[in-house]
């Protein structure tokens, strides 16, 4: 069995099991219609890496800007605090709820971009996180901050959510050797913008004394992300399939009104993360790390700059061992898709066999590890 077909046989199980697939229907559909055809050019898994390569770097980029709004707001706190005489809990607010937003956003559009697909969805949150992003900067009112932050984290969660999806969507696990890299490049823009942020936000402040940069660096990066959505493709497998259909004059009617869609697409990953039994712990574990590296953003300046008496400069160079400390992570994973996801690909183009998703969790058993070891250090 070559990889063609093993690339297609996987895509047809997986789209019979797709619900945003059943929300669809026509009075004519054939096979081809819902299919790809071997080495089909549209199939976003067979086409050139070149191309790959620039959506991948699309979907970095956008995922480190999202990621990067939460700890791009550290350094505008003292000044903030001075401005609209606030207390640290109020003035800690807005990063609060920029990346509880981001929760409600992604479960709000992760469901969208699976019934209406991949591109339309960074085509029309970039621009609203642009735009929350910028009134932001101008807010004259600390309620109106509070509020745009709210929605610049909205907009910003799909870009978070979907990119995984898009991923997928182009590199096969279990054929294309890039696929490890290219997720272990994503964990790691999301990971180091936990780090950069608060480095490049307390600097940049610092130096310009305006805690309006704050957004700014976020605008311009957003600036970048919509343009580049402009030129993106879709990847989405059975929204191309729709697409395709659609332009051989077969056009796919909607079942369902737009209620029973937005209920679906809501209730839909709630659903997964009690049914799925993979997703709940990972899910904890995610947030139990990210909340402890959250807590850095203000335990740092209270204990180093009230404690230690830190400038907010040397402040914001605390952060740097945390940056440092995430690339180690990268030969633990190089290791492991050496010795033992290369061998995946090869046991499926021998033997035709899908392997488990679990033999990839190698890296994460050793993170269970070393994180708890890093906290007591």
Known sequence: MNNSSIRNKNLEDNERNMPSIRMFENTVLSEEDTNFEANCIENPRLWALKKK??????????????????PIYVGAIPYLQIKFKLTTTDAVLPCSLYALAIGFGALLTSGFSEIYGRRIVYQLTLPGALLSSALASISTKFFYLVLFRIFTGIFSAPSLTIGV???????DPTLD???????LLFVLVVIWATQIGPIA???????????????YISSLMLVACVFFSIFNPETYAPQILRQRSSRRGRPVQ???????????????PIHMLFVEPILFPTGLLLAVTQSVIFSYYIAYASIFEGVYGF????VAITFV?????????VPVVVLCDKYLYQKLPRAVR???SIKSPEDRLYPAMVSSFTMPISLFW
């Open 350 to 352: 021998e033997q035709g």
């Open 201 to 215: 936000s307390i600097s940049l402040i610092e130096i310009s004394r305006h805690w309006q940069w704050a957004f």
């Open 53 to 70: 390569i620039c959506i991948t770097i699309f979907v970095l980029l956008t995922a480190f800007t999202a990621t990067l709004g939460t």
């Open 165 to 171: 999806g898009v991923l997928n969507d182009m590199w």
């Open 311 to 314: 400038t907010q400069l040397q």
């Open 177 to 183: 050797s890039q696929a490890t890299f290219a997720a």
């Open 321 to 329: 061992p945390l940056a440092i400390g995430s690339l180690f992570a």
């Open 254 to 268: 909607c079942r369902y009104n737009s209620w029973r869609i937005i209920r679906e697409a809501i209730s839909r």
